[in-house]
């Protein structure tokens, strides 16, 4: 079974990212029988896109082949994706070469739909975006009454 593991670095010594579409690394993993095989990390060019990370984080971890996804948090786009392509979504966090030996017991949880929002933890800070929505994209942040210069 090859699994997918959105990442803080790119060691299995690294956390699970809570994130998935604007996670720094994929780690890619082939687990048979419970061992742990061949390893391979990806850096998420897809991180710090303005918009659809998330739709081409999922393209992207598809295209590697795997069955299954472990993350903290998928949106309802991201989540199409797998559902399209049968790749099972199980939710973990901690260490990831724990969270593998977890998942390879069958501890994880699978989940059967998005568990975030879409565009959670968005550097941007896009409206609607989880912490630090709206930050710097509008006027009329003063205290005062005036109107102001048009």
């Known amino acids: 079974m090859k699994i997918a593991i959105s990442s803080t670095g790119p060691g299995l010594d690294d956390q699970v990212d809570m994130r998935f579409g604007r996670c720094p690394y994929f780690i890619v993993v082939e687990v048979e029988d419970g061992k742990i095989g061949k390893e391979e ?3 998420n060019s897809s991180a710090m896109q303005m918009g659809g990370a998330g739709i081409s984080s999922a393209q992207f971890v598809a295209d590697k082949g795997v069955n ?3 993350t903290g948090n998928v949106g309802p786009r991201a989540f199409q ?12 966090s901690g260490k990831i070469s724990e ?5 390879s017991k069958g501890e994880l949880k699978k989940v059967e ?3 975030g929002p879409m565009f959670a933890g968005n550097p941007g800070g896009a409206p609607g975006a989880g912490p630090g929505a ?5 006027r009329g942040q003063g205290m005062g009454r ?5």
């Open 146 to 150: 005036g109107g102001g210069v048009m």
């Open 68 to 70: 299954a996804i472990i």
């Open 113 to 115: 739909g998005a568990t």
């Open 81 to 92: 994706v797998f559902s399209q392509f049968g790749i099972e979504v199980y939710t973990g």
């Open 99 to 103: 969270v593998l030996e977890k998942f």
């Open 134 to 138: 709206g930050r710097g994209m509008g």
């Open 41 to 43: 990390s990806f850096e």
